[in-house]
């Protein structure tokens, strides 16, 4: 088996809502096929007693802590910088240095990236071969909160829209494929990012055959005679 680095915005555990369903069965199809080695964030505390879970998984792991409101105190350096406040966001020294380490020990050739924001980490890293899982086009999303308020938050979302885009765009480009959830998505960024066209894809969630599978044979929950 090949090893593998996966990098996530936050823990991909448990499948309780969008990002982490699709991030858990991401993992777990990796982990199928590949080593996998995960570099994830937390952002809740109640989610550190789900690491050991998702360490099972993976062949190596490094978790940074991550405290929402220092992080947002954080992106605001990203408007100094002039580069979308998403990015300083989702920065940690640790977890850079564990992928750069990593890349060189385990001899990784092929990194895939849950988000354009986790493709900061592989910048310098030239003969890593990167997917990206966008899911969404976030930086429409902040052009879309623009339209809706008031300056200065206006010009603010909007900022973060075009930053944002063009980190995207630039992701896409470095990238050897970039997925989204929906046709509609996948084609809302190539009208955004004309240039990235021929390296975009939709892969929808999909359901779990295994968990949903009729052949499994599941108690019911009614008492015999009340069935017919």
């Known amino acids: 088996m090949r090893n593998l680095l ?6 991909p555990y448990p499948p309780n809502k969008g990002d982490k369903v699709r991030s858990y069965h991401l993992l777990r199809h990796l982990a199928a096929r590949h080593r996998v080695f995960l570099g994830t964030f937390v952002d809740d505390p109640d989610d550190e007693r789900y690491i050991a879970s998702v360490k099972a998984l ?6 940074a802590r991550l405290d929402p409101r220092l992080a947002r105190l954080r992106s605001l350096g990203g408007l100094v910088r002039g580069e979308a406040m998403s990015l300083p966001y989702y920065r940690d020294a640790g977890l850079k240095s564990w992928v750069e380490q990593t890349v060189r020990q385990q001899d990784i050739d092929t990194a895939v990236a849950f988000s354009s ?8 890293l030239p003969r ?11 930086s429409a999303k902040w052009t879309q909160f623009a339209a809706a308020r008031a300056w200065p938050f206006s010009w603010l ?4 829209g ?3 885009l063009a980190y995207e765009s630039a992701a896409a480009t470095r990238s050897i494929r970039s997925f989204f959830v929906t046709d509609a998505e996948a084609e809302l960024f190539c009208r955004l990012a004309p240039e990235c ?3 975009v894809e939709a892969i929808g969630n999909g359901v779990d055959a295994e968990f ?13 005679a009340e069935i017919p």
């Open 197 to 199: 066209a021929g390296k």
């Open 117 to 124: 924001a986790m493709t900061q980490y592989l910048e310098g």
């Open 58 to 63: 993976c062949a190596g792991l490094y978790v």
């Open 212 to 224: 949903f599978s009729p052949a499994q044979d599941v108690a019911s929950p009614f008492p015999i």
């Open 157 to 160: 979302y909007r900022r973060e």
């Open 128 to 138: 890593l071969r990167v997917l990206v899982d966008c899911v969404d086009v976030d």
């Open 6 to 11: 996966y990098l996530v915005h936050r823990l």
């Open 162 to 164: 075009d930053r944002l």
